[in-house]
């Protein structure tokens, strides 16, 4: 079983920047893709991004590419997301998560394991 732990959410204005880290406990890291997904009041859980078990290759939704840097240290078990000129619409719970080795997971159904969340404000 694995288990993953998010931090480093909060309240910042917009324009801001955050940075979202999920320690992993538990199985062997390098045996998995990692995603974040975030979900706002009212809204779908969605894809934000995701990088592969290498490293080597990363995915971003639109809404936040160019904004947003995933990133991972295999050594420590840690996944990453870098968030800058953050806007009050990336208002949400996001959600890391892990997925099959070889795919990226992108979609709600190829996500294996789940954190708790932790939630990002962001105010105008």
């Known amino acids: 079983q694995v288990q993953l732990v998010e931090s480093g959410g909060g309240l910042v204005q917009a324009g801001g920047s955050l940075r979202l880290s999920c320690i992993t406990f538990g199985g062997t890291f390098r045996d998995y893709a990692m995603a974040w997904f975030r979900q706002a009041p009212g809204q779908e859980r969605e894809f934000v991004g995701g990088?592969?078990?290498?490293?080597?290759?990363?995915d971003y939704a639109d809404s936040v590419k160019g904004r947003f840097t995933i990133s991972r240290d295999n050594a420590k078990k840690t996944v990453y997301l870098q968030m800058n000129s953050l806007k009050p619409e990336d208002t949400a719970v996001y959600h890391c998560?892990?997925?099959?080795?070889?795919?990226?997971?992108?979609?709600?159904?190829?996500?294996?394991?789940w954190g708790q969340g932790t939630q990002v404000t962001v105010s105008s």
């Open positions: 990088i592969s078990w290498s490293g080597a290759r990363t």
């Open positions: 998560s892990a997925g099959s080795r070889f795919t990226i997971p992108t979609t709600i159904s190829e996500v294996v394991y």
